[in-house]
């Protein structure tokens, strides 16, 4: 855009200084977003003549990706600002399907470019007020008319003196009271900073759950629905990070206080909204506040049938993004407004499952595998539906509550699924590597795969910790402290991000333990910090502080395996054996993976048993024999053939 540079518009009660980016009414000023600023200027700058919708989106949006809507967005907030009446307008008059004309009479008043020219207008006003006094007597002008000239006029600048009683009084006093304001205007111009610290800029954004616009007609899965879909548009924006669902989820409570969760996340901005179903409406509303001061940076309110929160949803990504002022590539916007399903009923039911996905336990995993299925019968295309049915597979392998013959097939045939409808989804592409490292330990896919997912998705923490894990495993330690860093950096309150686990692979024992300890200041009950603390005093021979924390670490058949296995590095063997039949006697009722059992014989010196349980392991593509190569707690079993034998089955048992 290219409006009059340094010019001051005055229509009706309005003042218009585009050097100050300000609109006045009389005194007070009228905060306007800079977008709908600009808008307005535009407008006003070319009063009187038709401004066409191409015209304005082509010349304000030159950067960005917006659709008709953003323009009808701005338009209605400087009809609001002004007052202005869209069916009797006094401002901006529509022209029905084609742009916007400006019909204000609109006086221009170019700013001066030097000081000559502030001391010309000075000298103007001094000259109007010796002619008005020749017309008028002082002591005959009211209090607020009066004006004594200075003692030393100016009349030495080349300014025609107007005639004998040439302009009428009330014309002079016009005159001489807008020249003042001028005056004072240009004063205040020239005394300003020659510059002026620029805005915070907008890096980071948290969106948290949205709230019901009453306390009892929640929908939680809506709620948290509506921002995690946001979250994932939004994560296309490489230009700004935004805080996974996992880390806002939290923030349901109603009486949250949004520029505190966003203190806490450490985010430049928050977006909150409020949401609600009415029969077959749905109404939003929803704000993006500066964290630093609580400025609101954009607001707005829908009120539409439910089956276009699609384009709710279109239009909230593209304001943020306009507002935030990103530039975005081609591809970020055809991502910015994508839809992945047009089936209001496959997406209700998607968000549902991504609500008990979140949940994290088994009960909640499979009632999220229900919920995908229901959505992927609705919309078979549905690529985020397999994306998330995948998820909620791995998770169940992962957290050994099934076996991962099991879960991970499944996962992989979902993700393929997703992949071959949508390639871009960066989410699939981490989770499919995931799998490939954790359970086919096709090693070289799965970095493909990662690499894949950070490229489309630069802001995605998961990717950057699963990535991490894959250096580790790979003994690329340097570049797996590297990746761990970045998700750390996207996603700084995650306890995965923080919990120290490649640096304990990396056998730097001390870092590990001061990463997992700042873990426990954000979760306290976070089990895996506990068993890295506490394996990494067991390796520093910290036996005492190393079984005190993995005593704190929530049960669970690793957690329970690790305390057994510091036991028995502790001397404490009869201590170790109960733990072990304790498992044993647990793997009759539910599955337990053998590989914490192999963890306890190894610790015992039972390498016989140990490597009958490493085999097991093997047959059941356990997720923990991916680290097998660097993992020291199975440093006691290096020396012993069997040991590289089983390493050589890993490392070539790619893609079987």
């Not at 001051?8 to 905060?31: K, N, Q």
């Not at 993976?593 to 047959?619: Q, W």
Request: net charge negative; with cysteine; aromatic share 10%.
């Amino acid at each position: 855009m290219s409006p009059a540079v340094n010019r001051i518009y005055r229509f009706a009660d309005f003042t218009l200084d585009t050097s100050e980016h300000r609109l006045l009414r009389g005194g007070r000023e009228i905060y306007l977003p800079p977008r709908t600023f600009e808008t307005l200027v535009y407008l006003v700058d070319r009063h009187g003549h038709l401004v066409k919708k191409n015209e304005l989106l082509d010349t304000l949006w030159a950067d960005a990706f917006v659709t008709e809507n953003a323009l009808t967005r701005c338009i209605k907030e400087v009809r609001e600002a002004l007052e202005d009446d869209a069916h009797q307008p006094r401002y901006i008059k529509t022209i029905h399907r084609v742009g916007y004309k400006f019909i204000a009479d609109v006086e221009e008043i170019p700013l001066p470019s030097s000081y000559d020219e502030l001391k010309e207008l000075a000298a103007t006003k001094v000259l109007l007020t010796e002619q008005l006094e020749r017309e008028t007597p002082l002591e005959n002008l009211e209090p607020a008319e009066r004006v004594v000239p200075p003692a030393e006029p100016v009349h030495d600048l080349p300014i025609e003196q107007p005639g004998p009683r040439s302009l009428p009084q009330t014309v002079l006093r016009a005159a001489i009271a807008g020249v003042a304001v001028v005056g004072l205007m240009l004063l205040a111009y020239f005394l300003r900073p020659k510059q002026m610290p620029p805005p915070a800029q907008i890096r980071s954004i948290a969106v948290l759950p949205f709230k019901p616009l009453v306390a009892d007609a929640r929908d939680e899965s809506l709620e948290l629905g509506m921002a995690d879909t946001l979250i994932t548009t939004l994560r296309n924006v490489s230009q700004i990070t935004v805080r996974p669902t996992s880390a806002v989820r939290k923030y349901r409570a109603l009486d949250q206080d949004a520029l505190a969760a966003g203190r806490e996340q450490r985010v430049d901005a928050v977006l909150e909204g409020t949401i609600q179903k009415l029969g077959d409406r749905i109404r939003v509303t929803v704000r993006l506040l500066r964290v630093a001061d609580g400025a609101q940076l954009w607001a707005d309110k829908f009120d539409q049938e439910s089956t276009d929160i699609f384009l709710i949803q279109d239009s909230i990504s593209e304001q943020v993004a306009g507002t935030v002022a990103v530039k975005l590539t081609g591809e970020q916007r055809e991502l910015l407004t994508k839809r992945y399903t047009t089936n209001i009923e496959a997406y209700q039911l998607y968000l549902k499952g991504r609500y008990f996905l979140n949940k994290s336990t088994e009960e909640d995993f499979r009632k999220s595998i229900e919920y995908f299925q229901q959505a992927l019968e609705k919309d078979p295309n549905y690529a985020l539906a397999d994306a998330g049915l995948a998820d909620s597979y791995a998770q169940l392998g992962s957290y050994d509550l099934i076996q991962t013959k099991d879960s991970f097939p499944r996962a992989r045939t979902a993700l393929t699924r997703a992949l071959e409808r949508d390639g871009k989804l960066g989410e699939a592409h981490a989770s499919f590597g995931f799998i490939l490292m954790n359970y086919y330990w096709d090693w070289t896919e799965a970095e493909r795969q990662f690499k894949q997912a950070i490229d489309l998705n630069p802001n995605y923490a998961m990717a950057h910790n699963w990535y991490s894990q894959y250096l580790a495993f790979m003994g690329r330690s340097e570049e797996a402290i590297r990746e761990a860093k970045r998700a750390e950096e996207i996603d700084p309150l995650s306890p995965w991000n923080n919990s120290g686990f490649v640096s304990f692979l990396a056998r730097q024992y001390d870092d590990a333990i001061r990463a997992s300890q700042n873990t426990l200041e954000l979760d306290p009950n976070f089990a895996v910090a506990h068993m890295i603390i506490g394996l990494s005093y067991v390796q520093k021979k910290m036996y005492d502080e190393g079984i005190s924390e993995l005593q704190r670490a929530k049960a669970n058949p690793d957690s329970r395996a690790l305390l057994a296995y510091a036991y028995a590095a502790a001397g404490r063997k009869s201590e170790a054996r109960k733990i072990l039949d304790e498992l044993e006697q647990l793997s009759k009722q539910k599955y337990v993976s053998p590989f914490p059992i192999a963890v306890v014989y190894t610790g015992l010196g039972d390498n016989d048993r140990a490597f009958e349980a490493l085999e097991k392991a093997y047959a059941e593509r356990s997720w923990g024999m991916g680290m097998l190569e660097v993992n020291p707690v199975f440093d006691p079993l290096r020396a012993d053939p069997r040991f590289a034998v089983l390493l050589r089955h890993v490392n070539s048992a790619s893609g079987a």
